[in-house]
């Protein structure tokens, strides 16, 4: 199934794969399957970046699904369907 992918203000990632959008095909149909392939085909920098020491999804990073609805931290098996698109972003603080 084929996944758009984007990554905005989220650098760790973006930098490793090359391009801030791109399409992925997933073997599965979840946001997890998603954040799983691209582990496999970039590695452990873009592991270190979705999840924190202890194995955690980092609570700084939001998903959006088609650039409509937001899918919290704690549902990553929530379905997608083909040619959904998911974005990354990473909450910034400041002051």
């Given at each position: 199934?084929?996944?758009?992918v ?21 073997p599965?149909?979840?946001?997890r399957?998603?954040?799983?392939e691209l582990?496999?085909?970039y590695g452990k ?23 409509k ?7 990553p ?5 083909e ?13």
């Amino acid at each position: 199934m084929k996944i758009n992918v984007e990554f905005l203000g989220f650098p760790m990632v973006s930098d490793v794969i090359g391009k801030k959008k791109l399409q992925v095909d997933i073997p599965g149909h979840t946001v997890r399957d998603v954040i799983d392939e691209l582990i496999r085909l970039y590695g452990k920098k873009v592991k270190d970046a979705f999840y924190d020491e202890k194995g955690n999804f980092d609570v700084m990073i939001q998903v959006a699904l088609n650039e409509k609805t937001f899918i919290p931290a704690d549902k990553p098996h929530t379905a997608l369907s083909e040619g959904d698109t998911l974005t990354f972003m990473l909450l910034l603080a400041g002051g």
